[in-house]
């Protein structure tokens, strides 16, 4: 991937539109339990052995949505530009050369998986806390105390990167940056939690002001069209949000 920033610039070809049916279908890749393999690539997103949510993917076919691209900035030209500004972090993490040398050209790793794990984690437990709202104590999934068991009793994804105790451990593996999460959702026992969870809210859909509370940004894709009260629906769009950053940030500005 090949993007830069510098003022001055020379004007930009804009891409033909796509409608937002062909958007969402390129940004819905990384859901576990609806495809077998994934890979992202420098603004392109390739899905391939795409399984319904009725049909989830084996957990052993599935692979991580987490990867290391090399990412290479590049500013053509001569002379000096009085400043260029990129992105290292691929969400809003910049830095800015000032009056640097042209032609210019940076390269560095982006780490791109873990940004869609975290917001793929607080899709789910924003799911639980509205079957909580909606679902009879007796019949509720519980995904969110579910994984919090597991975690505790397979510790070896997350005891090297957390080291409180009491309420700061527990805050931690729920919800730390450090993403350790996305280790367990492969545990069967997970899976059965998430699978009750989805299955108690398509026979109680969660209403507006119920997403609103919980899933603002899922909200407003379901004003727009391209999202539905569905709980497999109202999670890709929160991830989808955060795939928008990516988009922002492995473009020219």
């Given at each position: ?203 109680t859909p969660p209403p507006i002001s119920l997403i609103s509370q919980h899933l603002p940004l899922a909200l407003h894709a379901v004003r727009e069209g391209t999202a539905t009260r569905d709980p497999l629906s109202l999670a890709v769009a929160h991830v989808s ?13």
């Open positions: 991937m090949t993007t830069g920033t510098a003022k001055p610039k020379p004007p930009e070809e804009k891409p033909a539109p796509r409608n937002k049916t062909f958007r969402l279908a390129q940004r819905t890749w990384w859901l576990p339990w609806v495809l077998g393999a994934a890979t992202v690539a420098v603004a392109v997103v390739i899905a391939t052995d795409v399984f319904t949510p009725d049909e989830p993917a084996g957990w052993d076919q599935v692979r991580l949505p987490t990867a290391e691209h090399q990412v290479v900035y590049t500013v053509t030209g001569a002379g000096k530009s009085p400043e260029i500004k990129y992105v290292i972090d691929g969400v809003n993490g910049t830095e800015t050369v000032v009056n640097g040398d042209l032609p210019w050209r940076k390269e560095f790793t982006l780490k791109v998986g873990p940004g869609l794990t975290f917001a793929m984690r607080e899709a789910l437990w924003a799911l639980d806390a509205m079957d909580q709202e909606l679902t009879p104590a007796s019949h509720q999934a519980c995904l969110r105390d579910t994984v919090l068991e597991r975690m505790r009793r397979q510790p070896k994804y997350w005891e090297r990167y957390y080291h409180g105790n009491g309420q700061s451990l527990a805050v931690d593996l729920q919800y730390s940056l450090s993403d350790r999460v996305r280790y367990y959702w492969p545990d069967p026992v997970i899976e059965q939690a998430r699978v009750r969870l989805f299955d108690n809210l398509r026979a949000a955060v795939l928008d950053d990516y988009h922002h940030a492995c473009h020219t500005h």
